[in-house]
């Protein structure tokens, strides 16, 4: 049984540019939510997807996208990137949008805005 | 606004002895919280969940929670430390459709 999966673990960019990262979740669930850990921080909240649509936001901002398809999986867009978009980014699975739903989470993708 | 602290950076602790990673909440309403561990390179991994019930909350890999309402505060325990307990620990309240987590505190079990 897979668990969520990212690609790719690694990618290195320049200030500017735009970023798509992906995501599959774990068997079964169909939400996704999508968090930013800078380092030595705890994860920030982006967004989470439910249903192919955006549920809920957190304080990021319109540079910040995302789409969610028929499958469940799901893509985090960033354009304009900054230095301070360097950060470790989590995907999130979980089964229904309760917040008694315990979250799974990918090992994330390190981005590196140079 | 929901928020949670953890009020050290480090613990360090002895294999064997017991441990205690320490968070506080601040929730209107009934909390929903949460301790995850976090390992180098890896993601997250979630240990155990305090919705309602006993305050007392087992969890995975010996690890348990006390929830202590007046003192606002779910702290996670565990017996008898391990070498392989060593990692990043984040305590996290459950607002609705996400995780307010808090900086993290860094367990260092060592032998």
């Known amino acids: 049984d897979a668990g969520v999966t990212q690609s790719p673990t690694h990618l290195i960019k320049t200030r500017g540019q735009q970023v798509t990262l992906r995501c599959s979740p774990k068997s079964g669930h169909d939400t996704v939510s999508w968090y930013q850990q800078a380092l030595g921080q705890g994860p920030q909240f982006i967004f989470q997807y439910y249903e192919e649509e955006e549920r809920q936001r957190g304080n990021f901002p319109d540079r910040f996208s995302g789409h969610q398809f028929p499958n469940y999986s799901s893509e985090l867009n960033v354009n304009a990137l900054l230095l301070g978009d360097s950060a470790l980014y989590l995907c999130?699975?979980?089964?229904?949008?309760?917040?008694?739903?315990?979250?799974?989470f990918g090992n994330g993708t390190r981005l590196t805005v140079t | 606004a929901q928020s949670v602290a953890q009020p050290e950076d480090q613990v360090n602790v002895a294999e064997g002895n017991p441990l205690t990673v320490k968070c506080t909440y601040s929730?209107?309403?009934?909390?929903?919280l949460f301790w995850y561990v976090q390992y180098p390179n890896r993601g997250l991994q979630f240990l155990l969940k305090y919705i309602t019930g006993d305050n007392l909350v087992k969890g995975s890999y010996g690890f348990e929670a006390e929830f202590n309402k007046s003192q606002t505060s779910f702290h996670l325990k565990k017996p008898s430390a391990l070498v392989s307990d060593s990692a990043l620990y984040f305590c996290a309240v459950g607002g609705y459709n996400k995780l307010i987590f808090g900086a993290g505190t860094r367990l260092a079990v060592h032998p």
């Open positions: 929730v209107s309403g009934n909390p929903y």
């Open positions: 999130a699975s979980s089964s229904g949008t309760g917040y008694a739903s315990p979250l799974h």
